[in-house]
């Protein structure tokens, strides 16, 4: 028999908005996003709240699109490639603890969720229990305006 007994509970499916550029699509996960602010600091034409929508992946170049959203260190923004290049996971994979409990991880990842298993290359997962996403941090627990350590999560 399998043991089931730390699988999440069934979830409703994640829900990501697509930006279509030429030669690049950026999607974005709102619940997966921790406000790093990488990508408007990163490129500021194209990740601009002020616009609708707030992503225009045709305002810079693809390779530095994907540059700027291999930054993003929750996974909330993803890209692909219209050659169909996804995004290289890190090699090796790493995870790094903040004080405040939360799991940083960047690799190839599987990560478990209430809506089946997910293929990731950058994840922050809760460490407080907090959470209402779990296994992903959202800042309802004592992480909430913990910043992160921007050179380490390249
Ligand atoms: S870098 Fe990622 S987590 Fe940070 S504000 Fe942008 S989308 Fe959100
Ligand atoms: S560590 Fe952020 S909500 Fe739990």
């Given at each position: 028999m399998t043991d089931r007994v730390n699988d999440p509970v069934p979830d409703e499916a994640p829900k990501l908005k697509e930006y279509d550029g030429e030669g690049i699509t950026v999607t974005f996960e709102p619940r997966r996003?921790?406000?790093?602010a990488e990508c408007v600091r990163g490129l500021p034409a194209v990740f601009d709240?002020?616009?609708?929508?707030?992503?225009?992946?045709?305002?810079?170049a693809p390779s530095e699109v994907a540059e700027v959203v291999r930054r993003c260190p929750s996974g909330a923004l993803r890209y692909h490639l219209a050659d169909g290049a996804a995004e290289p996971p890190d090699d090796p994979t790493t995870v790094r603890r903040m004080p405040d409990g939360r799991l940083l991880l960047r690799g190839d990842l599987r990560v478990r969720t209430g809506s089946g298993e997910r293929h990731e290359v950058r994840a922050v997962l809760c460490g407080?229990?907090?959470?209402?996403n779990q296994p992903y941090?959202?800042?309802?627990?004592?992480?909430?305006g913990g910043d992160f350590d921007r050179a380490e999560n390249r």
């Open positions: 996003c921790l406000h790093a709240l002020q616009k609708r929508p707030w992503v225009q992946p045709g305002e810079a407080c229990g907090a959470s209402g941090c959202d800042h309802s627990g004592p992480c909430a």
